[in-house]
């Protein structure tokens, strides 16, 4: 069943200024519920702009956003109650943080849905060991955390609400290796879990190629291709001459089947091109 529809939706920057720009151009698009979209595009293209529309953040130039088959703007004095349902955590997460307290800054949500004490500490302890964030952190200040810990804290804060549906904007962006596997793991496993729906814009294709259940590309402010990551990246040329690139591993095991070798060009992830790899050595018996 589909959670968010957004028919013929436009976003225009500046009318009728001499700085007027169509961020985002005629979008027709359905998400399903307990869906994990990868949502990739060139800087510029218009995805920030296009997921600040899903939680009314901004109003389209023209257009609808549905969500749960509702026109989100039908009553524009509610839009507010939306931003609880589509929970949004941006790239740079310090914007985010405003509280004393690491604790009173996840604990925000909550009281201001009119959650009651024992179930404010419940749902802050909840949210932040979903995201990872140690419970000792809750008492610091959220400006004395490192830039992992202050994303996890934003992530932790917006999923105090609950949302029904959770967009990250780069989550892993400056992280290192190990902590980006890890937020992923940790959104992986929050998503089993609550069966929410999961919008994850970023730069980085091993990313998307992990998690992603689909994966919408825009280009221009349109609408490129909306398709499983393994018919994404199928399409390496098509993607390159939107300024992306297919992950790493996938282009190695793309040059090596045409250089002859039995590999699948649908590789995706490391794990998958070590089976691949080994199954061709069993098969021409060096192992
Ligand atoms: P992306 O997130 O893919 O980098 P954006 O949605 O941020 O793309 O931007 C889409 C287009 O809209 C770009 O050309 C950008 O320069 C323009 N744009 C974004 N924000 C503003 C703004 N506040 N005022 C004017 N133009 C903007």
Not at 77 to 82: A, Q
Not at 182 to 193: G, K, M, T
Not at 198 to 223: C, F, P, T, W, Y
Request: neutral net charge; aromatic residues 6%.
């Amino acid at each position: 069943m589909s959670i968010i529809e957004v028919k013929d939706l436009c976003f225009t920057y500046g009318i009728k200024t001499p700085f007027e720009k169509k961020a985002v151009d005629s979008l027709n698009l359905s998400i399903n519920e307990g869906e994990i979209i990868g949502l990739i595009g060139h800087t510029g293209s218009g995805k920030s702009t296009f997921v600040q529309m899903l939680n009314g953040l901004i109003r389209p130039t023209s257009g609808q956003v549905f969500l749960n088959g509702e026109d989100i703007w039908a009553k524009p004095k509610e839009i507010r109650k939306i931003r609880f349902k589509v929970g949004m955590v941006f790239q740079y997460p310090e914007y985010q943080l405003f509280d004393e307290t690491v604790y009173d800054d996840i604990a925000f949500g909550p009281k201001n849905m009119g959650l009651s004490g024992e179930k404010i500490d419940a749902t802050v302890k909840k949210a932040a060991k979903f995201s990872g964030l140690s419970e000792k952190l809750l008492k610091k200040s959220p400006f004395d955390l490192s830039g992992g810990e202050k994303r996890r804290a934003a992530i932790a804060g917006v999923i105090a609400m609950d949302p029904d549906v959770l967009v990250l904007d780069e989550p892993t962006a400056g992280l290192d290796p190990k902590g980006k596997s890890l937020l992923l793991s940790q959104i992986n496993s929050y998503h089993r879990e609550r069966n929410n729906t999961v919008i994850i814009v970023s730069h980085s294709m091993e990313d998307i190629a992990q998690i992603a259940d689909r994966v919408l590309v825009m280009n221009k402010g349109r609408l490129e291709m909306f398709d499983t990551p393994k018919k994404i990246f199928a399409q390496a040329e098509k993607l390159e001459s939107m300024g992306l690139r297919v992950p790493q591993i996938t282009k190695i095991m793309i040059s090596l089947k045409e250089k002859g070798y039995d590999v699948s060009d649908g590789v995706l992830t490391v794990e998958q091109a070590f089976c691949e790899i080994v199954s061709l050595l069993k098969k021409e018996g060096k192992i």
